[in-house]
């Protein structure tokens, strides 16, 4: 079984340039997440989807970030424009869904941005 | 503030050695997971405890959730260079749905 997807996995822009991530989770899970993670730290949640609907993005900042999940499937991260402090790797993860006691969460490999 | 700490923040050790990783916090925790990420890779999930004062078993990784499951240890017996990585704790609070990671801890086992 396939688990969750990521790309691209590498990407290089300049500052104020547009920049999108896309997302497959694993089949069947319902809850899709879109982590930040600086170098040395652990992942901090930016948004958090049940199916299509975002239902956690209080820490997503609305002013340059928006997400989007339209079939409840994949996913796409854009940050528009991007700034040099946007430098870090965005993760991806999904699980079964629901805010059970297990919550277990299965990550994709990550895209590391980097903005010049 | 983390709402989860990790201890200590680098682990170099040599092949053949044991090793405990501490995650701590004053918070209440319904589960408790670890994690471990190499370079270039997403984190990927070890174990989750949930119940107070539960161990758990992964061939040579020995988990404990604390009594009052507020933290946990990640001990490693004779640990070797494919354990390096880094470990990262995630919880979910009892009153709060959301699970929040430690800033990790980094191991570095060396032949």
């Known amino acids: 079984e396939a688990g969750v997807v990521q790309s691209p996995r590498y990407k290089i822009i300049e500052k104020k340039q547009p920049v999108a991530f896309w997302c497959n989770p694993i089949?069947?899970?319902?809850?899709l997440y879109w982590y930040l993670q600086n170098l040395g730290q652990g992942p901090e949640l930016l948004i958090r989807y049940e199916n299509e609907e975002a239902v956690d993005d209080s820490q997503l900042p609305k002013d340059r970030f928006s997400a989007e999940r339209l079939k409840g499937v994949d996913s796409t991260l854009k940050i528009q424009p991007a700034e040099l402090g946007d430098s870090a790797v965005y993760l991806c993860?999904?699980?079964?869904?629901?805010?059970?006691?297990?919550?277990?969460?299965?990550f994709g490999p990550g895209t590391r941005l980097t903005v010049l | 503030t983390q709402l989860l700490e990790q201890s200590p923040q680098f682990l170099s050790i040599q092949e053949g050695e044991n090793l405990t990783v501490y995650c701590n916090s004053s918070?209440?925790?319904?589960?408790l997971q670890w994690y471990r990420q190499e370079p270039g890779e997403g984190p990927v999930l070890l174990v989750t405890?949930?119940?107070?004062?539960e161990v758990k078993k992964l061939k040579r990784l020995t988990f404990q959730f604390g009594d009052a499951r507020k933290d946990s240890s990640l001990h490693i017996t004779a640990a070797q260079p494919g354990d390096t990585g880094l470990y990262l704790c995630a919880g979910a609070p009892v009153d709060d749905y959301k699970l929040s990671f430690g800033a990790g801890t980094t191991v570095t086992v060396r032949a």
């Open positions: 089949s069947g899970h319902n809850t």
């Open positions: 918070s209440v925790f319904s589960s």
């Open positions: 405890v949930v119940t107070g004062g």
């Open positions: 993860a999904s699980s079964l869904g629901g805010q059970g006691v297990y919550n277990e969460q299965f």
